[in-house]
């Protein structure tokens, strides 16, 4: 194996999306189960925040058709480009390149794997070049 197989440029799950019907019941949900606190966070998004402030995740107002994909993850990652190669070697899809968050908070990209499932990737490293 050479060293884009080989190298850890993944390190762990930083983040997750949960798809809701209805924003307001799911932040009151939420919030009375887990004690998190939600702060808007783009259009039909709400971030979730910890005890400590922290985001750790979002909530997202979903079509009804999407409601039952599940929960979407994303991995962070230290080599964005190389961890997307891997994919596409690996036999997923790419569906969004590199694009930044905005807020000095980093870029993200996201595939699907062979079945068809998001998942998507994070780092707060620049790309090279």
Known sequence: MDKATTTPVITEMNWW?????DLD???RFYGEVFGWTFQPFGEDYFAALGPD???LG?????PAHELGNGVR?????HEL????????SAGGTVVTQ????????????AFTDPAGRWIGFSTDRPADG
């Open 58 to 62: 979002g909530i997202f107002k979903a």
């Open 81 to 88: 480009e190389v961890a997307l190669e891997r994919v596409s």
């Open 17 to 21: 999306e949960i798809p809701v019907p």
């Open 98 to 109: 590199r694009s930044e968050i905005g807020g000095d908070m980093g870029w993200w990209a």
């Open 53 to 55: 402030g922290d985001m």
């Open 73 to 77: 993850i994303t991995f962070k990652t």
């Open 25 to 27: 019941d799911a932040k």
